[in-house]
């Protein structure tokens, strides 16, 4: 079973920067796809960004942070990143990473707090 673990996150005013890292445990972590997901208080999870697989040519974006966040990934390293510039309010959220179809168990996330 892959084991995931975030980390990256903070306390950041309005319009600041984070990177925030997935780090995966497993030989199969480059093959697969892979996701960012946020949960904000009293609300769903949500997808927020994906890279497939191998050396990661195609991303999508939630319309939310899309031109503002930017998803990467480094095999050799077992990493997966997402890059958040010109951070708002309402990107506070805890952040998670899986695969786009939620393959793995969840780790335990990292906060990211944008305010003042």
């Known amino acids: 079973q892959v084991q995931l673990v975030e980390s990256g996150g903070g306390l950041v005013q309005p319009g600041g920067s984070l990177r925030l890292s997935c780090a995966a445990s497993?030989?199969?972590?480059?093959?697969?796809?892979m996701a960012w997901y946020r949960q904000a208080p009293g609300k769903e999870r949500e997808l927020v960004a994906t890279?497939?697989?191998?050396?990661?040519?195609?991303?999508t974006y939630a319309d939310s942070v899309k031109g503002r966040f930017t998803i990467s990934r480094d095999n050799a390293k077992n990493t997966m990143y997402l890059q958040m510039n010109s951070l708002k309010p309402e990107d506070t959220a805890v952040y998670y990473c899986?695969?786009?179809?939620?393959?793995?168990?969840w780790g335990q996330g990292t906060q990211v707090t944008v305010s003042s």
């Open positions: 497993g030989s199969i972590f480059s093959i697969n796809a």
């Open positions: 890279i497939t697989g191998g050396i990661g040519s195609y991303t």
């Open positions: 899986n695969t786009p179809w939620t393959t793995w168990t």
